[in-house]
């Protein structure tokens, strides 16, 4: 199993366009060892669904800072179960107040980092709770 | 002068220094000390007097003396009857011009009822997709008297030819009609990444809206030449007035080849800077950047009329610096920032709100922002004398390594072939987002500091209270747009959408069609289909 390199989608869904922190996220996870693939700005769910399951992902980021996150996080999660993709772990960040981060969680999303939170902090967090899907 | 070379050499060594970097937010060393030998230039040619060639020291002779900067704070969430309540707050809380933040739909040219809108209207800002959102929005508010600022870049046509038009049936004539929209696209493929067309067509757009507003709306403003963005995006304080100077540059050549003369259109031409947590550092920029905007302009260009050579300002203080951990020391930080604005010598500004990390602001936390530059005004005494700074060393020598280090970015620029090719190689949006993670390296090996995050951190966050958008003004919104959909004249509508199809390829000023189609009930998302099917879509090369 731990040869296998985990394979993370970085996304970045809705019409936002503050992709800094996503950038420093992929790069982030990449020199973590990680196999990183960054689709870009402005995804819909559905394009971030099926990137997921055709770049066979272990697990998808989504970086949202829209305000969008209640509607875009769990549209992912529904359209990743649709297409028999549901044990594709979802996280991501962004500016979520607290409370809507835990809505999220109780929705499915593994976990959530807002502002502050550092680059080591995630890559340690993937490297312990993202396991390679068999 | 090699006085400071052997004060160096022996009364500095003699005392110990921290072990620390001594380097400014973005990473410049600088040195323990700046003596007259550091400035080069004389004074008349590199710094001189306020309202004087080169304008280091500021644009206008009396500055503060002769009245204060705009302060104008950027207002927008939910339904236009949501902001123009706010507006009107604003305007009774003693600020003195407007300035519009629109929701991301709108900002990307989709309707409110579009299925890319879903879970984002009214969020980030407030959703305008016909003329009669635009109109609700400037209820009661007299157009000819208070300016406003739109900010709005690749639908900024649509959105100005909205406002003329609810001028007119306002009874406002468009001479009279006075504010400024962002209207940056470089800047968007740059940094804050909003787009519909490819960069060539987008600056088209743009070129036609300075045309035209030189001809018929001659108090606005059809560009607000913006390093904001670029900063908040992570690059250094010179990447922003390089890439922002090289930007204006590209603008001013793209309308002169359509014949025009610099002088007709340079004067309304305006900027806006980020103001960051290195203090001097942004002095330095804000000086640096008039010189060069003057002398750019001057010698570049030809002009001849000094108000082109005038850099005129807005700035912001720093979204990107501001923590949700402890989010009451962002009072200070906010405060700090604009006292920099000030120092530098900005036309208007905006003060952030403490909570803007978690939240929009609210109406508290505006105020308390919206004091901040009522406090630096009236009560610090800094606007009693002009530019304060002027002459320190330290200052005057950072403004001149700004000017150099930016120029030489901007020769690379030139040498690309200009901005655009620059844009579409991708060479600013590297330099940026590796600049944006060398400084998140540096934060996380604490050679930076944040108060409140990577030190002097607290376990358990006192929490504030935080704007909460209710999630049904997206429907009442959708239903709206339906609304006026059905009710028009469809007819009408086609013919005018037609039109602006035809200029877009014939080349001809997009503005008159596009305010037509507006006035017949066009909205945000029909005008910007048509520049989809006309010009094509962008995408992200989504480069990490």
Same mark, same amino acid.
């Given at each position: 199993m731990a040869d296998k390199r985990l394979r993370i989608l970085v996304a970045k869904p809705g019409l936002d366009g503050h992709d800094r922190g996503a950038k420093i996220i992929a790069r982030a996870l990449r020199d973590g060892g990680f196999e990183v693939i960054y689709t870009g700005l402005h995804q819909t769910p559905e394009m971030i669904a099926e990137a997921a399951v055709q770049e066979d992902a272990d697990a998808v980021g989504l970086s949202v800072l829209s305000g969008a996150h209640m509607t875009l996080f769990p549209e992912v999660i529904r359209l990743l179960k649709e297409r028999g993709a549901g044990e594709i772990a979802v996280f991501g960040g962004g500016i979520i107040p607290d409370d809507d981060a835990a809505k999220l969680k109780q929705m499915g999303v593994r976990q959530i980092f807002t502002p502050g939170a550092s680059t080591e902090e995630i890559v340690k967090w993937v490297r312990e709770n993202i396991a390679p899907r068999v | 002068m090699g006085s400071k070379k052997k004060w160096l050499e022996t009364t500095y060594r003699q005392a110990s220094e921290r072990p620390v970097r001594f380097s400014t937010v973005s990473d410049m060393e600088l040195d323990p000390l700046y003596t007259p030998g550091d400035v080069t230039g004389s004074y008349d040619d590199a710094i001189g007097n306020p309202g004087e060639f080169p304008y280091t020291r500021g644009v206008y002779g009396s500055m503060y003396r002769g009245r204060f900067w705009t302060m104008r704070q950027f207002a927008g969430f939910g339904l236009a009857e949501d902001t123009n309540a706010r507006f009107h707050f604003l305007l009774s809380q003693g600020q003195d011009g407007l300035s519009t933040a629109f929701d991301m739909p709108t900002l990307m040219g989709y309707?409110?009822?579009?299925?890319?809108?879903l879970g984002e209207v009214g969020r980030e800002g407030v959703s305008v997709s016909t003329v009669h959102d635009m109109a609700a929005l400037f209820d009661r508010i007299p157009l000819d008297r208070v300016t406003t600022s739109m900010t709005v870049n690749c639908s900024a046509s649509i959105l100005l030819a909205m406002y003329l038009v609810v001028a007119e049936r306002n009874g406002v004539p468009w001479e009279r009609v006075g504010g400024t929209i962002q209207n940056d696209m470089l800047k968007e493929f740059i940094?804050? &990444?909003?787009?519909?067309?490819?960069p060539r067509p987008a600056l088209r757009i743009v070129a036609d809206m300075i045309e035209f507003c030189a001809r018929k709306v001659p108090r606005w403003h059809p560009v607000s030449i913006s390093g904001y963005h670029i900063r908040e995006a992570g690059s250094t304080a010179v990447q922003e007035l390089a890439f922002t100077i090289a930007d204006g540059i590209c603008y001013v050549d793209e309308v002169i &080849?359509?014949?025009?003369?610099?002088d007709e259109f340079a004067p309304r031409l305006s900027f806006f800077w980020n103001l960051h947590n290195d203090f001097l550092e942004e002095v330095a920029k804000l000086r640096a950047a008039r010189r060069m905007w003057a002398r750019i302009m001057k010698d570049r260009f030809g002009a001849k009329n000094p108000k082109s050579m005038m850099l005129r300002t807005h700035a912001q203080t720093a979204g990107a610096s501001l923590t949700a951990q402890q989010p009451i020391n962002n009072v200070v930080r906010v405060a700090i920032q604009a006292l920099a604005g000030v120092l530098g010598g900005v036309q208007s500004l905006h003060t952030n709100s403490m909570d803007e990390t978690l939240a929009l602001p609210t109406e508290q936390a505006v105020t308390v922002a919206l004091r901040t530059q009522q406090v630096i005004a009236e009560e610090t005494g800094v606007t009693n004398t002009i530019d304060p700074f002027g002459g320190s060393y330290a200052v005057e020598a950072l403004t001149d390594r700004m000017e150099r280090e930016a120029t030489g970015y901007i020769r690379r620029i030139d040498e690309m072939g200009g901005m655009v090719k620059a844009i579409e190689t991708g060479y600013p949006q590297r330099e940026i987002a590796e600049a944006a993670f060398h400084f998140q390296r540096q934060l996380e090996q604490g050679i930076k500091t944040v108060v409140g995050v990577n030190k002097y951190s607290v376990p358990e966050e006192i929490p504030i209270a935080t704007l909460k958008i209710d999630p049904a003004i997206e429907e009442r919104q959708i239903q709206r747009v339906r609304k006026v959909k059905r009710e028009r004249n469809s007819v009408a509508v086609r013919e005018a959408l037609a039109r602006v199809a035809d200029a877009c390829r014939s080349g001809e000023n997009l503005m008159e069609p596009i305010c037509e189609a507006v006035r017949r009930d066009a909205t945000v998302g029909e005008v910007s289909d048509i520049f989809r099917a006309e010009f094509g879509v962008y995408k992200d090369p989504g480069w990490i």
């Amino acid at each position: 199993m731990a040869d296998k390199r985990l394979r993370i989608l970085v996304a970045k869904p809705g019409l936002d366009g503050h992709d800094r922190g996503a950038k420093i996220i992929a790069r982030a996870l990449r020199d973590g060892g990680f196999e990183v693939i960054y689709t870009g700005l402005h995804q819909t769910p559905e394009m971030i669904a099926e990137a997921a399951v055709q770049e066979d992902a272990d697990a998808v980021g989504l970086s949202v800072l829209s305000g969008a996150h209640m509607t875009l996080f769990p549209e992912v999660i529904r359209l990743l179960k649709e297409r028999g993709a549901g044990e594709i772990a979802v996280f991501g960040g962004g500016i979520i107040p607290d409370d809507d981060a835990a809505k999220l969680k109780q929705m499915g999303v593994r976990q959530i980092f807002t502002p502050g939170a550092s680059t080591e902090e995630i890559v340690k967090w993937v490297r312990e709770n993202i396991a390679p899907r068999v | 002068m090699g006085s400071k070379k052997k004060w160096l050499e022996t009364t500095y060594r003699q005392a110990s220094e921290r072990p620390v970097r001594f380097s400014t937010v973005s990473d410049m060393e600088l040195d323990p000390l700046y003596t007259p030998g550091d400035v080069t230039g004389s004074y008349d040619d590199a710094i001189g007097n306020p309202g004087e060639f080169p304008y280091t020291r500021g644009v206008y002779g009396s500055m503060y003396r002769g009245r204060f900067w705009t302060m104008r704070q950027f207002a927008g969430f939910g339904l236009a009857e949501d902001t123009n309540a706010r507006f009107h707050f604003l305007l009774s809380q003693g600020q003195d011009g407007l300035s519009t933040a629109f929701d991301m739909p709108t900002l990307m040219g989709y309707d409110a009822d579009h299925e890319r809108a879903l879970g984002e209207v009214g969020r980030e800002g407030v959703s305008v997709s016909t003329v009669h959102d635009m109109a609700a929005l400037f209820d009661r508010i007299p157009l000819d008297r208070v300016t406003t600022s739109m900010t709005v870049n690749c639908s900024a046509s649509i959105l100005l030819a909205m406002y003329l038009v609810v001028a007119e049936r306002n009874g406002v004539p468009w001479e009279r009609v006075g504010g400024t929209i962002q209207n940056d696209m470089l800047k968007e493929f740059i940094a804050q &990444k909003e787009w519909i067309c490819p960069p060539r067509p987008a600056l088209r757009i743009v070129a036609d809206m300075i045309e035209f507003c030189a001809r018929k709306v001659p108090r606005w403003h059809p560009v607000s030449i913006s390093g904001y963005h670029i900063r908040e995006a992570g690059s250094t304080a010179v990447q922003e007035l390089a890439f922002t100077i090289a930007d204006g540059i590209c603008y001013v050549d793209e309308v002169i &080849k359509r014949g025009i003369g610099v002088d007709e259109f340079a004067p309304r031409l305006s900027f806006f800077w980020n103001l960051h947590n290195d203090f001097l550092e942004e002095v330095a920029k804000l000086r640096a950047a008039r010189r060069m905007w003057a002398r750019i302009m001057k010698d570049r260009f030809g002009a001849k009329n000094p108000k082109s050579m005038m850099l005129r300002t807005h700035a912001q203080t720093a979204g990107a610096s501001l923590t949700a951990q402890q989010p009451i020391n962002n009072v200070v930080r906010v405060a700090i920032q604009a006292l920099a604005g000030v120092l530098g010598g900005v036309q208007s500004l905006h003060t952030n709100s403490m909570d803007e990390t978690l939240a929009l602001p609210t109406e508290q936390a505006v105020t308390v922002a919206l004091r901040t530059q009522q406090v630096i005004a009236e009560e610090t005494g800094v606007t009693n004398t002009i530019d304060p700074f002027g002459g320190s060393y330290a200052v005057e020598a950072l403004t001149d390594r700004m000017e150099r280090e930016a120029t030489g970015y901007i020769r690379r620029i030139d040498e690309m072939g200009g901005m655009v090719k620059a844009i579409e190689t991708g060479y600013p949006q590297r330099e940026i987002a590796e600049a944006a993670f060398h400084f998140q390296r540096q934060l996380e090996q604490g050679i930076k500091t944040v108060v409140g995050v990577n030190k002097y951190s607290v376990p358990e966050e006192i929490p504030i209270a935080t704007l909460k958008i209710d999630p049904a003004i997206e429907e009442r919104q959708i239903q709206r747009v339906r609304k006026v959909k059905r009710e028009r004249n469809s007819v009408a509508v086609r013919e005018a959408l037609a039109r602006v199809a035809d200029a877009c390829r014939s080349g001809e000023n997009l503005m008159e069609p596009i305010c037509e189609a507006v006035r017949r009930d066009a909205t945000v998302g029909e005008v910007s289909d048509i520049f989809r099917a006309e010009f094509g879509v962008y995408k992200d090369p989504g480069w990490i």
